[in-house]
């Protein structure tokens, strides 16, 4: 389940660093305020998508939760390549939702799969996992942006994320369905 946490931990720390960059490459004329707001859509979308994620099955969420999180990664390459505010709003919503679900599936089964004699401790290490993910994925995004400027760094991250979606929905199958 760590991948997990990984995974939807770094989308959402990417989206939330580097959201107003993209929101400012495409609306140009958009104070830093106005770029902030897409960080608080995808903020507000995550909270509203743990509760209501909470009522369904672990691996549905997880999967759901992955399948968001490719679809923001692309919603946002075509942000680029169109220059659309309304696909960076609507990158920012599919984010926020498969964020949400990621982390709620995942962190769902840790407590139901984990000892009660353990859970305290298993709980802090995903949670580390998590913010390990989203600081590595920050730090590797900016860099990606300094050599290879936006478009090339979202195209390389997408990519990475797709493998990793790939290869953790393989290894889920351990969850009820």
């Known amino acids: ?80 390549a169109m220059g659309s505010a309304w696909s960076l709003g609507l990158a920012a919503i599919a984010d926020g939702m498969g964020y949400g679900a990621g982390f709620i599936g995942s962190s769902s089964a840790v407590t139901e799969l984990a000892p009660p004699q353990r859970r305290a401790q298993l709980a802090s290490t995903y949670l580390m996992a998590g913010y390990l993910g989203s600081a590595v994925s920050t730090i590797g995004l900016g860099a990606l942006m300094d050599a290879l400027k936006v478009q090339g760094a979202m195209s390389v991250f997408a990519a990475l994320l797709l493998a990793s979606v790939v290869l953790i929905m393989v290894s889920i199958r351990r969850l009820p369905k």
């Open 1 to 80: 389940m760590a991948r997990v946490v990984v995974a939807a931990s770094s989308v959402g720390a990417a989206f939330m660093a580097f959201g107003p960059t993209l929101a400012r490459e495409v609306v140009p004329r958009l104070g830093t305020g106005g770029a902030g707001l897409i960080a608080a859509l995808f903020q507000v979308v995550a909270g509203c998508s743990q509760m209501t994620a909470s009522r369904f099955v672990q691996r549905t969420t997880v999967q759901a939760g992955f399948v968001l999180l490719v679809v923001s990664l692309a919603g946002c390459l075509v942000t680029l």
